[in-house]
């Protein structure tokens, strides 16, 4: 009976030692990479294709603000901008007379000059009509400068009408929700119907696929870490068993904090340690909030 008893205690002692050489490095809990998507315009929330536990693809058109007062707004700068260009006057038109008196003058001229090599001219004749020409042309560059100065001065005026078309087809972009990236939905802030200001929260989304155990560690496991090394995650099975997952350090604080209440570590007393953060690759079962161990596998 005495040596059952000590075999049993032998075999629990061992176990014990065995259970402390086999505790893990360190303990944290699953999160991901959430994104609060926001309104970015103000109005009644006319479309919303959003359910919470839904996959939406990224670049994905979930919802549409009323844009009416918009659509309106941009009308009325295009009736604002052709007003103008009304104003603006035809130039070739205008030249193109004193283009042709002055090609009128210049054969003109041949032909007085014809009749000066015949003496049947005089000099006079010829003087009169290169005054008559020189007098067409520089009516020609003044006209000609003072349409140019009226044309940019109507372009220029234009321009600020442009711009704030512009500005409104960037409000017309924004009253469209497009989820930014891909993932599930985990919380909806709001329904369909209701009056949203801009950066409102419409909804929350993360991307599942890629968890991270966010562990503590001490000061003396920290020169065992590195970012980019190759690591070990586990979970606890329903059996009571523990799952063994492939994890990468992703990260690593540069400063240390107070050990969190809810997180343990393997050194008893220790105050201070460091953040890390373990990248995993989720198969659907791993879950935000999800407590999990880290074994440093150098």
Same mark, same amino acid.
């Given at each position: ?7 049993? +205690? ?11 050489? %086999? ?25 919303? +294709? ?5 996959? @939406?693809?990224?670049?994905? @058109? ?8 918009? &659509? ?41 000059? &014809? $009749?000066?090599?015949? &003496? ?9 009509? &290169? ?10 560059? +003044? ?53 949203? %200001? ?10 599942? %696929? ?14 065992? $870490? ?14 009571? +068993? ?57």
């Amino acid at each position: 009976m005495k040596t059952t008893v000590t075999a049993i +205690s032998i075999l629990t002692l061992l176990t014990a030692c065995g259970n402390r050489e %086999n505790a893990a490095d360190a303990y944290g809990n699953f999160e991901s990479t959430e994104v609060i998507v926001s309104a970015e315009a103000t109005g009644r929330l006319l479309t919303f +294709s959003v359910e919470e536990g839904m996959q @939406l693809a990224a670049n994905a @058109l979930v919802g549409g603000i009323d844009s009416v007062q918009l &659509n309106l707004r941009k009308a009325q700068l295009g009736a604002n901008i052709k007003a103008v260009l009304s104003k603006k006057p035809e130039v070739n038109p205008q030249l193109e007379v004193i283009r042709q008196q002055i090609a009128t003058q210049q054969k003109e001229r041949q032909r007085i000059q &014809n $009749l000066l090599k015949a &003496n049947a001219a005089t000099p006079k004749q010829l003087d009169d009509i &290169n005054a008559a020409i020189a007098v067409l042309e520089k009516q020609y560059a +003044s006209t000609a400068s003072t349409l140019h100065t009226q044309v940019s001065g109507i372009s220029s005026e234009t321009q600020p009408l442009q711009l704030q078309v512009e500005q409104v087809k960037e409000q017309l972009a924004q009253s469209r929700v497009i989820n930014p990236v891909a993932g599930t939905v985990l919380t909806k802030y709001v329904e369909k119907g209701e009056v949203v %200001n801009y950066g409102k929260p419409l909804y929350k989304i993360a991307d599942l %696929n890629t968890m991270y155990l966010r562990a503590y560690v001490s000061g003396s496991q920290l020169p065992r $870490l590195k970012t980019g090394q190759q690591v070990t995650v586990q979970t606890d099975m329903p059996d009571g +068993s523990l799952k063994n997952w492939p994890g990468t350090v992703s990260w690593i604080a540069s400063e240390a904090e107070f050990t969190p209440k809810t997180i343990q570590t393997r050194e008893e007393r220790v105050q201070l340690v460091y953040a890390v953060k373990v990248r995993v690759q989720n198969d659907g079962s791993l879950k935000i909030g999800m407590p999990g161990e880290l074994r440093i596998t150098q």
